[in-house]
């Protein structure tokens, strides 16, 4: 069985929402990684999802990606303004 028809009789959806599904899922994935990556800023993934900034952290920290910068990053921008 593919995928879109296991979403689809999961949850009773027909065959194209089921695509548009996997596809808002899986693009949500690839900009998230992105953003752990650094490769994009959580105000770029924001806007590439078309969600708020709060809305676009909200759905990496469900995915499990808490951010891009470690403690040598956060170290490195407080250094810059004292």
Request: aromatic fraction near 8%.
């Amino acid at each position: 069985m593919s995928a879109i028809e296991w979403v689809e009789k999961e949850e009773k959806i027909e065959e194209s929402t089921a695509m548009r599904k996997l596809m808002k899922i899986g693009f949500e994935t690839y900009m998230g990684n992105l953003y752990k990556q650094g490769k994009v800023s959580l105000r770029q993934a924001a806007r590439f999802l078309n969600v708020s900034l709060p809305e676009a952290m909200d759905l990496f920290l469900d995915l499990g990606i808490k951010g891009n910068l470690d403690a040598s990053d956060v170290l490195k921008s407080i250094e810059r303004f004292s």
